[in-house]
């Protein structure tokens, strides 16, 4: 059973910086491709930003790109966003995804405010 646990959210102030860390289980984590999304109050979850399952190939939401980095650990079964120069527009309930073929596995979610 696939098992995706997200950690680190929290309150942090507009030009903040906060770590994001997703711990997987259940799988071959390192050959999986791994994602992070999130979702805004009133709005459709959105794609943030993914990681290769090997090779390190990442991909960002525009929205995101140069402040946010995707890293894996796949010693650990862990995948961690870091989150700079945050936003009030960050603000959203960030979630931990992979996909086998047409299934989808998510994480519980972790929030993530933005605020001063």
């Known amino acids: 059973q696939v098992q995706l646990v997200e950690s680190g959210g929290g309150l942090v102030q507009p030009g903040g910086s906060l770590r994001l860390s997703c711990v997987a289980s259940?799988?071959?984590?390192?050959?999986?491709?791994m994602n992070w999304y999130r979702q805004a109050p009133g709005k459709e979850r959105e794609f943030v930003a993914n990681?290769?399952?090997?090779?390190?190939?990442?991909n960002y939401a525009e929205s995101v790109k140069g402040r946010f980095i995707i890293s894996r650990d796949n010693t650990k079964n862990t995948v961690d966003l870091q989150m700079n120069s945050l936003k009030p527009e960050d603000t959203a309930v960030y979630y931990c995804?992979?996909?086998?073929?047409?299934?989808?596995?998510w994480g519980q979610g972790t929030q993530v405010t933005v605020s001063s």
């Open positions: 995804n992979t996909r086998e073929g047409w299934l989808n596995y």
């Open positions: 259940g799988l071959t984590f390192s050959t999986y491709a």
């Open positions: 990681i290769s399952p090997t090779n390190r190939i990442t």
